[in-house]
């Protein structure tokens, strides 16, 4: 089974691609809603992240995403740290939910897979790409967030460019049209590989 990665900045369309080769009838693990989820539900990930981050890291039982955000998009070390907290427990997700998979290739999305060094466990890693203006128009419209705090997250993330270069496809998330004939061809390539 090929593993390919879907990776690219916040905002940049990695779900919208994702759920294109979903719709091709290729499973897609979404590492940031796993990694949600088990944040959650998890009491032996919960209790690692209240040790690292002090009880307000939970408000009634649910994650306190604002406080974790601001806390760790200010602090390259936290963010480093929660990442090296949560990161082990979707990876054991991602080995449980992979071996149930039966298809050619599977598709694994996540905004950090250079920056977690992960690009080795994949056979093929496609970058979504969008321009700062799109990026910062799209979060502004999904999250409560600042340009200034859209601009700092963009900023703390490996630039595109670096991205562009270690991957093996580029897809600009722009005209929604050309978008499924770009996903189409790297599917077809893929396809056409194994």
């Known amino acids: 089974m090929i593993k390919v ?7 940049t369309g ?30 032996l990930l919960k209790n690692e992240i209240v040790t690292a981050f002090g009880d307000k890291a939970y408000d009634k ?33 991602f ?29 093929k890693i496609i970058c979504v790409t969008a321009s700062e203006e799109e990026v910062i128009s799209r979060i502004m419209k999904r999250n409560d967030f600042s340009v200034d705090k859209i601009k700092s997250i963009i900023n703390k ?3 595109n460019d670096a991205k562009v270069q270690k991957s093996d496809y580029v897809i600009e998330s722009m005209n929604i049209s050309k978008l499924s004939d770009k996903v189409l061809e790297i599917h077809n390539d893929i396809m056409g590989s194994i």
């Open 61 to 93: 039982n649910k994650l306190n995403k604002e406080y974790l955000s601001d806390v760790i998009f200010n602090n390259e070390t936290l963010l480093k740290k929660i990442n090296s907290i949560v990161h082990p427990y979707v990876a054991d997700e």
């Open 14 to 43: 990695k779900t919208t691609i994702s759920s294109m080769f979903a719709d091709k009838g290729i499973p897609v693990f979404n590492s940031d809603e796993i990694a949600k989820e088990i944040m959650n539900t998890n009491s």
């Open 95 to 123: 080995n449980s939910w992979i071996q149930e998979q039966d298809s050619k290739y599977i598709i694994y999305e996540s905004a950090i897979i250079f920056e977690n060094q992960a690009e080795d466990f994949f056979d």
């Open 157 to 159: 993330q490996l630039p």
């Open 5 to 11: 990665a879907i990776t690219g900045g916040i905002g």
